[in-house]
């Protein structure tokens, strides 16, 4: 079975333990990615971290950052000479780079999928429209990140075959539990993206009314960092706040080994909700106790394994920070489950088993 993948998202060094595993469930792989993708964080370079057992390969881009409109000039040369059975789009039927490629899919015989998030049924104008439509009704399956998603394309028309399986998952030997440092203060983080829907300005008003000796670990990028700064500043905690810029992949477990608890404080807008929080399932593999607000999929993310609180709720996230500051036996109950959560459910393993099924349900 000959698989080609178009991935933007594969750039980051730890996604490609998948695709690794993907390659030894013995199917010959072509991962296709951009040299960098572009966001509100700032450009993410490609990181070549695990590369064993398939081919990654640099394909160039036009229109980077333009989630809409990004494409790929030399994809039908790629797909051309490749001669897949499979181009898997790891896109969203609405971008134009999923429209190319699965056209030059279907000419080259082979055939096709899409993932998408996409978990509030968002309607667009044309020729975006368009474009989604026939997507639909020409792709011949569907991977979802989540139940809700599924609900989503069921709604806006979308008959075929599909499968609920998330991106990505975690490797649970990067990711793992480490003893805690003696004489650290409780350490609470936030990675992600700095934008008003992640809720880090609530996280900032919660802290601030702690007792005890606390610390605040942000890592990330984005619009919101001089604003979240001035707040801080504003509630006199800043000098109990260690800001990062994004790290490159490789560093991250070590950030999550230093914490004693991980929140998600996202909140929904009309164009957005969690879409299933992957920072959540690290931070489990780590051993660390989590806090989620409601939004989209985070309560199905963390389950019984974690504490959940209303979005935008201030008061219960502080019970929460403070229940957790204040009972070792409940930090310690609540990261054994995170882990078995996450060795259940979201490893890299279990989602390129659960795909490899998928490809062998298209080709029968």
């Known amino acids: 079975m000959r698989v080609l993948m178009l991935s933007k998202a594969c ?31 700032g450009e993410t370079r490609l990181e070549r971290a695990y590369t064993r057992g398939y081919r990654l390969e640099v394909t160039p881009i036009r229109f980077n950052g333009n989630f809409h409109l990004h494409h790929y000039p030399r994809l039908a040369a790629d797909i051309h000479a490749f001669r ?24 080259a015989g082979a055939k096709s999928l899409f993932f998408s998030w996409q978990n509030i049924d968002r309607r667009y104008p044309p020729p975006f429209r368009w474009g989604e439509s026939w997507v639909l009704k020409n792709v011949n399956y569907a991977l979802m990140g989540t139940d809700s998603a599924a609900q989503v394309w069921r709604a806006k028309g979308y008959t075929g075959p599909y499968r609920v399986v998330p991106q990505f998952g975690v490797d649970p030997a990067l990711f793992a539990p480490q003893p805690p440092a003696a004489d650290r203060p409780f350490t609470i983080g936030y990675f992600g993206r700095l934008v008003e829907e992640k809720g880090i300005h609530h996280l900032l008003e919660a802290v601030a009314q702690l007792e005890g000796d606390w610390q605040l670990n942000i890592i990330g990028d984005g619009p919101q960092r001089s604003s979240l700064e001035a707040q801080a500043a504003r509630l006199n905690i800043n000098q109990r706040i260690r800001w990062q810029p994004l790290l490159p992949s490789a560093e991250m477990p070590a950030q999550y080994a230093a914490l004693d608890a991980y929140v998600l404080p996202s909140l929904t807008r009309p164009n957005w909700k969690e879409q299933f929080g992957r920072v959540l399932t690290e931070a489990m593999a780590s051993g660390v106790p989590v806090i989620g607000s409601d939004s989209g999929a985070i309560p199905d993310v963390i389950g019984e394994a974690g504490l959940i609180f209303p979005e935008g709720d201030v008061n219960t996230l502080v019970a929460h920070l403070r229940r957790l500051q204040t009972d070792p036996a409940l930090r310690e109950n609540l990261a054994r489950l995170g882990r078995d959560r996450t060795l259940a459910h979201f490893t890299h393993q279990r989602i390129a088993q659960a795909t490899i099924t998928v490809y062998g349900d298209m080709l029968e």
């Open 84 to 107: 897949p059975d499979i181009v898997h789009i790891d896109e969203e039927p609405y971008n134009l780079a999923t429209w190319q490629a699965l056209y030059h899919a279907r000419r």
């Open 11 to 41: 750039i980051v060094g730890i996604y490609q333990r998948k695709l690794e595993a993907m390659a030894q469930l013995g199917i010959e792989l072509l991962v296709l990615v951009p040299p960098s993708w572009k966001d509100e964080r």
